[in-house]
């Protein structure tokens, strides 16, 4: 998906806060990775609808309450990258299969999924794993639903602090996709490889003997 935090902007903006909206995201993320490590499991639309609400109180800003189903709203219906669709189709018809592993809830990501043109043979969710990532929990419940070994997978991310975590914790091979947002890499993983956009990972496939 393209920046899915990039409308939620819009509720600085309809206050009036001046605060810089990437310092903002920030507060956000931090408490949602707090409230994803919660027990018992919680939906991400309750993690996203308490981290949302913090994340004002901490600006001092006035909460709506229905700031959080606009959220989720908006994230279910971010169009992916534009080369992402060609793309998955070139690996299916290799014949990979594919699977999305989701931070979500089952019904948030279908409107993503929905968009992929047909591609995608499995989703895998937070709700349904009962964890989020970077949990072992989510990407064990995900090959086990998938019937794979690890040997068999590669995972194609875009988070440093979420799937490389796993990838370097769980030893998986992963290719981090790097768009040039910010994102740092871990100072202690290097993934197998790094492009700048999906649509050059059939060639590190191809060259890796994985495809």
Known sequence: MRGCWRPSTRFLSRSGATIDPHTFIA??????????????????????????????????????PRDAEILTSLIGRMPPFPEVVQTLGRLKEAGFRLAVISNTDDDIIAGNVAQLGGHVDRVIT?????????????????????????AQLVHICASPHLDLVAARDLDFRAIWIDRGTGREPLRDYTPDATAPTLDKVPELLSAAGWM
Do not use: C, N, T
Request: hydrophobic share 40%; aromatic share 8%.
């Open 126 to 150: 937070a709700q349904q794993a009962g964890a989020y990532k970077p949990s072992g929990d989510i990407f064990r419940h995900a090959w086990e639903a998938l019937g794979i070994a690890r």
């Open 27 to 64: 507060v956000y993320d931090r408490h949602e990775h707090e409230l994803e490590q919660a027990r018992p499991h919680l939906s991400f639309r309750e993690v996203s609808a308490k981290a949302l609400e913090r994340a004002m109180e901490d600006i001092s800003l006035p909460a709506d």
